[in-house]
């Protein structure tokens, strides 16, 4: 069978994340992809355990000489965000993600690719694998449902992890070492509300946002990119005013860390409104295409007439609803005073979801600064009860404080001086990442996250450099077989 990678460097890197793109492996569902790595493990006669949250250990011993030095560990996740274009036919439960090579990238044909963070997966097994890498004794530690909660993360016991250095490979510039990123929490509410008779003489019609770029809502939150809730509920607010409209439903998005990219509702409007209504929705669809030239140049907003629904919101309940909507905080909040160009706090409207007699709301919170990030919540728990919606904030996760003095870190910068040539660029990032977790639970573990160029992630047009990957593997190698002394 022709592999789609073949040819590429580093050859065993590229193997195994092909292989990962074959198994199914959405956020709660990684079994099959977990069995596959396992059943790696076991034919490698490599040691290996499952602990009860399903976290996967594999261990190697060192290679002759390298008895000495600190032993290590190599972290990925092994779950992946799941989106598709909507006019995409494609089942994530049973699917293989369909990768192809685009000049310098590898991209997924209609849905997210999974490199987030199958790459990081792939390059921990390819070293495993090797037998001509001088290495430590090394750990690679595959975490599950990392995409809706860092779950493994955070139910990962102390005492499982025999390492003493641990590098994260979960992120997505080439050209920067990460050694902080922010802590999170959602907050989610839920709207409870009567039908009411669809009136007579009415007509009724699907509103659609589409074509938004949507993204990572901790790593592209500050680029400006729309909202589809937020632009759908705009309309919806302008229309409650212009015409005596009834909501029968409303819906967008579909993670919690992706910003949404479509949103959609179905509403009625009066038989004698409707030409009026139909040539407002044209001209707010131009309005937006102008504020969005930049950023969204293919958002598209439709009226397509569709059969009345059965039911529809009460009045009130539907003004409380848009009201909440309209209110509600998305984007950045404030970036960092001490950290050029870094997000300190940001908040993402993420999901909406209307089911029986209820609307289901879900937001994402995130900062580097744990009481900022309590604030944000607590303001959008206000908007959301304002609104009469039930209201519950999670737990979170905790940020990963920046270490500076790292002994890892100032290693690595030395050996990524020598194969670039330049210093590598030292930051904290907005996104969430297992690290902050894992060091609770591993006090004075020596961390350092780093990965290849990755665009895009969390939504269909999510890509991976090729010869950025390369590069990232040279990296890594060198940093292994310069493990420091125990």
């Given at each position: 069978?022709?592999?789609?990678l073949?040819?590429?460097?580093?050859?065993?890197?590229?193997?195994?994340?092909?292989?990962?793109?074959?198994?199914?492996?959405?956020?709660k569902?990684?079994?099959k992809?977990a069995?596959?790595?396992l059943?790696?493990?076991k034919?490698k006669n490599?040691?290996?355990?499952?602990d009860?949250?399903?976290?996967i250990?594999i261990?190697k011993p060192?290679?002759?000489g390298?008895?000495?030095r600190?032993?290590?560990?190599?972290?990925?996740?092994i779950?992946?965000?799941?989106?598709?274009?909507?006019?995409?036919?494609f089942d994530?439960?049973?699917d293989?993600?369909?990768?192809?090579?685009?000049?310098?990238?590898i991209?997924?044909?209609?849905?997210?690719?999974g490199?987030d963070n199958?790459?990081?997966?792939?390059m921990?097994?390819?070293?495993?694998d090797?037998?001509?890498?001088?290495?430590?004794?090394?750990e690679?530690l595959?975490?599950?449902?990392?995409?809706?909660g860092?779950?493994?993360a955070m139910q990962l016991?102390g005492?499982?992890?025999?390492?003493k250095i641990l590098?994260?490979?979960?992120?997505?510039e080439?050209?920067?070492f990460?050694?902080g990123?922010?802590g999170?929490?959602?907050?989610?509410?839920?709207?409870?509300?009567?039908?009411?008779?669809v009136a007579?003489?009415?007509t009724?019609f699907?509103?659609?946002?589409?074509?938004?770029?949507g993204?990572?809502s901790?790593?592209?939150i500050?680029?400006?990119?729309g909202?589809?809730?937020?632009?759908l509920?705009?309309l919806?607010n302008?229309?409650?005013?212009?015409?005596?409209i009834?909501?029968?439903?409303?819906?967008?998005?579909?993670?919690?860390n992706?910003i949404?990219?479509e949103?959609?509702?179905?509403?009625t409007?009066?038989?004698?409104s409707?030409a009026?209504?139909?040539?407002y929705v044209?001209?707010y669809?131009v309005?937006l295409?102008?504020?969005?030239?930049?950023?969204e140049?293919?958002i598209?907003?439709?009226?397509?007439?569709?059969?009345?629904?059965a039911?529809?919101m009460?009045?009130?309940?539907?003004?409380n609803?848009?009201?909440?909507?309209y209110v509600?905080p998305?984007g950045?909040?404030?970036?960092?005073p001490d950290?050029?160009g870094?997000?300190?706090?940001?908040?993402?409207?993420?999901?909406?979801e209307?089911?029986?007699?209820?609307?289901y709301?879900?937001?994402?919170?995130?900062?580097?600064v744990?009481t900022e990030k309590v604030?944000m919540?607590?303001?959008v728990?206000?908007?959301?009860e304002?609104?009469?919606a039930?209201?519950?904030?999670?737990d979170?996760y905790p940020?990963?404080q920046p270490?500076v003095?790292?002994?890892i870190?100032?290693?690595?910068?030395?050996?990524f001086?020598q194969l670039r040539?330049?210093?590598?660029?030292i930051?904290a990032?907005?996104a969430?990442?297992e690290?902050g977790?894992?060091?609770e639970k591993?006090?004075?573990?020596d961390?350092?996250s780093?990965g290849?160029n990755?665009k895009d992630?969390?939504s269909p047009?999510?890509?991976i450099s090729i010869?950025?990957t390369?590069?990232?593997w040279?990296?890594?190698l060198e940093?292994?077989k310069?493990i420091?002394?125990?």
């Amino acid at each position: 069978m022709t592999r789609i990678l073949e040819g590429l460097e580093p050859k065993t890197v590229w193997y195994y994340f092909e292989e990962i793109t074959k198994y199914p492996h959405p956020s709660k569902k990684e079994e099959k992809l977990a069995n596959y790595i396992l059943g790696w493990a076991k034919e490698k006669n490599f040691e290996n355990f499952v602990d009860k949250t399903g976290n996967i250990v594999i261990r190697k011993p060192a290679t002759k000489g390298m008895e000495n030095r600190k032993p290590i560990a190599f972290q990925g996740h092994i779950d992946m965000v799941c989106e598709k274009n909507s006019d995409v036919t494609f089942d994530f439960d049973n699917d293989p993600i369909q990768i192809y090579v685009d000049g310098d990238w590898i991209k997924a044909k209609g849905t997210t690719l999974g490199a987030d963070n199958g790459i990081g997966v792939a390059m921990g097994m390819a070293v495993l694998d090797s037998t001509d890498i001088p290495h430590p004794d090394v750990e690679l530690l595959c975490t599950v449902d990392e995409e809706t909660g860092l779950t493994g993360a955070m139910q990962l016991e102390g005492g499982v992890l025999k390492a003493k250095i641990l590098i994260n490979l979960d992120s997505e510039e080439d050209a920067a070492f990460t050694i902080g990123c922010a802590g999170g929490i959602n907050t989610s509410g839920t709207f409870e509300y009567k039908t009411a008779p669809v009136a007579p003489d009415s007509t009724a019609f699907e509103l659609a946002v589409k074509g938004l770029r949507g993204g990572h809502s901790g790593i592209e939150i500050h680029d400006g990119r729309g909202n589809a809730i937020k632009i759908l509920n705009r309309l919806l607010n302008n229309l409650n005013q212009m015409f005596n409209i009834q909501l029968s439903s409303i819906a967008g998005g579909n993670k919690h860390n992706a910003i949404p990219r479509e949103s959609f509702a179905v509403i009625t409007v009066p038989k004698k409104s409707e030409a009026d209504f139909v040539k407002y929705v044209k001209e707010y669809d131009v309005i937006l295409k102008a504020e969005y030239l930049s950023k969204e140049p293919d958002i598209n907003i439709i009226a397509k007439s569709v059969a009345l629904p059965a039911k529809v919101m009460s009045y009130n309940m539907q003004c409380n609803l848009i009201s909440s909507f309209y209110v509600m905080p998305h984007g950045v909040i404030r970036m960092s005073p001490d950290i050029q160009g870094l997000v300190q706090t940001s908040t993402n409207f993420a999901i909406v979801e209307t089911r029986e007699n209820e609307v289901y709301v879900l937001t994402s919170q995130r900062s580097s600064v744990e009481t900022e990030k309590v604030d944000m919540a607590r303001m959008v728990y206000a908007a959301l009860e304002l609104g009469g919606a039930k209201v519950v904030s999670g737990d979170g996760y905790p940020a990963w404080q920046p270490n500076v003095n790292s002994p890892i870190l100032k290693e690595a910068a030395i050996i990524f001086k020598q194969l670039r040539g330049v210093e590598p660029r030292i930051e904290a990032i907005h996104a969430g990442l297992e690290t902050g977790l894992i060091g609770e639970k591993y006090p004075g573990m020596d961390m350092l996250s780093f990965g290849p160029n990755l665009k895009d992630v969390h939504s269909p047009a999510e890509k991976i450099s090729i010869s950025s990957t390369e590069m990232t593997w040279k990296l890594l190698l060198e940093i292994v077989k310069n493990i420091p002394l125990k």
